[in-house]
């Protein structure tokens, strides 16, 4: 089965430094990865996919992502964090030809001002 | 363009109630899923459709779940008798047929006392 793993529970950072959130995978064949990003109260809002190409993926909010074969992993990143970051990311990998999504528990991003 | 729609967004029922929660997906996408994300986890796949038809309910614990989509566009889950376990957000999300981004709408808050 395909999965995702998100190690962290929490990732605290101060304003205006480097944000990184991170994820591995495990999947048969080739990966379909997603970051969503979940506000309180909110559904999950799509930030960005790899499919396939260019290792480095550019979503919304200035939010990217940097797919790595070897480590199976696919980081989500953005140069310079900002207090309305601050929301709960999911990491997520397609499963079977029907499109099902298998989410990562969760990391709570938390920018201090 | 208007978002996924969900209602209601709040509900609270006691054990061995019986519940319902509706979904409008985004006009034209043909497939509709419904997640369940319990507190401190990812969300979790419970069925997918396909306009009116049923492509994935393996997760979906049928003695107590249900759900329909008549017409091909809203559609409506529902629990019968519901457990404390059941106590979670229902997302609902929606996608063009064969598309990997899908688009959530805010949730339903199920509390079962």
């Known amino acids: 089965a395909q999965s995702v793993a998100q190690p962290e529970d929490q990732v605290n950072v101060a304003e205006g430094n480097p944000l990184t959130v991170k994820c591995t995978y495990s999947v048969s064949g080739n990966p379909y990865l997603f970051w969503y990003v979940q506000y309180p109260n909110r559904g999950l809002q799509f930030l960005l996919k790899y499919i396939t190409g260019d290792n480095l993926v550019k979503g919304s909010y200035g939010f990217e992502a940097e797919f790595n074969k070897s480590q199976t992993s696919f980081h989500l990143k953005k140069p310079s964090a900002l207090v309305s970051d601050s929301a709960l990311y999911f990491c997520a990998v397609r499963e079977g030809g029907n499109n099902r999504l298998a989410f990562g528990k969760g990391n709570q991003v938390v920018v201090i001002p | 363009e208007a978002g996924v729609a969900q209602s209601p967004r709040y509900k609270i029922i006691e054990k061995r109630q019986s519940v319902a929660f509706w979904c409008n997906p985004i006009?034209?996408?043909?497939?509709l899923y419904w997640y369940q994300q319990i507190l401190g986890q990812g969300p979790k796949l419970l069925i997918q459709f396909q306009n009116n038809g049923v492509v994935d309910d393996s997760q979906l614990p049928k003695d107590r779940f249900s759900a329909e989509r008549l017409k091909g566009v809203d559609s409506t889950l529902k629990i019968q008798p519901a457990k404390l376990e059941d106590s979670a957000v229902y997302l609902c999300?929606?996608?063009?047929?064969?598309?990997?981004?899908?688009?959530f709408g805010p949730g339903t808050r199920l509390t079962v006392l």
């Open positions: 999300a929606s996608s063009f047929q064969g598309a990997d981004t899908q688009y």
């Open positions: 006009s034209g996408h043909a497939t």
